[in-house]
């Protein structure tokens, strides 16, 4: 398993059904930062869809993981418990790379999926806000075709089954994430999402949403 990092990183989590925007979003967090301070953009299916064109070193993941990674892409299904070593490696390694500075704040796209990642990572991110990304399954939809982030081009995933599929995971799993933040009194903050909504809107959005986000109190 990959070394632990010295101390919990501060991070915001955003919460989404596919095609709602997460990942142009937090690029463009990433890109603008957030009340003055940096931000590092963690998509995690990025990260596993660059996992799974290497070698099993590239992240340090054994063949097994590797292949779990591999059939992960595939067929949609979540990680749980026994895959947490891997997880952390890849998240781990992204923060090594990427957000070496433990005054970052770290943007989760994809990552936890559900309350049992959540619980798993606990010693690795604090989650101090949570932004909800809101779109009904036709909205959705017309995201998907008119691609309003440029970030669809070239997803094998984006055929209507698999996206029906996706969505019904979404909501069994992973939409329940905002009640268990909640419950633990971290503040969400919900945006409404729009066909032809801007990685740029969403950002003015959440600009707002977290003007009273205290950096400090993270970890």
Not at 96 to 101: A, G, I, K, Y
Not at 116 to 137: M, N, P, R, Y
Request: charged share 25%; net charge neutral; aromatic share 6%.
């Amino acid at each position: 398993m990959a070394a632990p990092l010295s101390r919990p990183r501060p991070s915001i989590l955003l919460v989404g059904p596919t095609g709602s925007g997460k990942t142009p979003l937090g690029d463009e967090i990433e890109r603008r930062g957030l009340h003055g301070r940096r931000c590092c953009h963690f998509d995690f299916g990025a990260n596993l869809r660059a996992a799974a064109s290497g070698p099993a070193g590239r992240y340090g993941l054994s063949a097994r993981e590797l292949a779990a990674v591999r059939a992960s892409l595939s067929t949609g299904a979540l990680f749980e418990a026994n895959d947490m070593a891997m997880i952390v490696k890849i998240l781990v390694r992204f923060v090594e790379m990427r957000c070496s500075s433990p005054e970052s704040l770290l943007v989760l796209n994809g990552l936890p999926r559900h309350r049992g990642q959540a619980e798993g990572l606990a010693d690795i991110v604090s989650v101090g806000h949570v932004i909800s990304l809101e779109a009904d399954a036709a909205v959705i939809r017309k995201r998907i075709r008119l691609d309003p982030g440029r970030d669809r081009a070239g997803r094998e995933d984006d055929e209507l089954d698999a996206v029906v599929r996706r969505l019904t995971v979404f909501h069994e799993r992973t939409a329940p994430l905002v009640g268990y933040y909640r419950e633990r009194g971290i503040p969400v903050s919900a945006v409404a999402v729009t066909a032809g909504m801007s990685a740029a809107e969403m950002y003015e959005d959440v600009e707002l949403l977290t003007k009273d986000l205290r950096f400090e109190e993270f970890g």
